[in-house]
């Protein structure tokens, strides 16, 4: 099992930054992709951002390169997500998911395995 807390989630006004935090514990990393989803009031999750954790890997959706930057920390166990230049459509329920695996290419929601409680983010105009 591998838990999953976010954390940093909050209120930003339009072209602001915000860091939110994912903190894993259960087992070891090393043979997962960590993920960022998101989900707005009456919307389908969908996917933001990931990265695998043995070397680094990332991969973005489209409406997020060049805004937004995932990255990892080995020592703690947790994964980050910078986003900057945060826009009102950003504003959203961000949720952390693990999944066994390597393939960096696109996969259903469905094969992640675990899940945080995830966290919210509002964007004002």
């Known amino acids: 099992q591998v838990q999953l807390v976010e954390s940093g989630g909050g209120l930003v006004q339009a072209g602001g930054s915000l860091r939110l935090s994912c903190a894993a514990s259960?087992?070891?990393?090393?043979?997962?992709?960590m993920g960022w989803f998101r989900q707005a009031p009456g919307k389908e999750r969908e996917f933001v951002a990931g990265i695998r954790w043995s070397d680094g890997t990332t991969n973005y959706a489209d409406s997020v390169k060049g805004r937004f930057t995932i990255s990892r920390d080995n020592a703690k166990n947790t994964v980050a997500l910078q986003m900057n230049s945060l826009k009102p459509e950003d504003t959203a329920t961000y949720y952390c998911?693990?999944?066994?695996?390597?393939?960096?290419?696109?996969?259903?929601?469905?094969?992640?395995?675990?899940w945080g409680q995830g966290t919210q983010v509002t964007v004002s105009s």
């Open positions: 259960g087992r070891t990393l090393s043979n997962y992709v």
């Open positions: 998911a693990a999944r066994v695996g390597s393939t960096m290419r696109p996969v259903p929601r469905t094969r992640y395995d675990y």
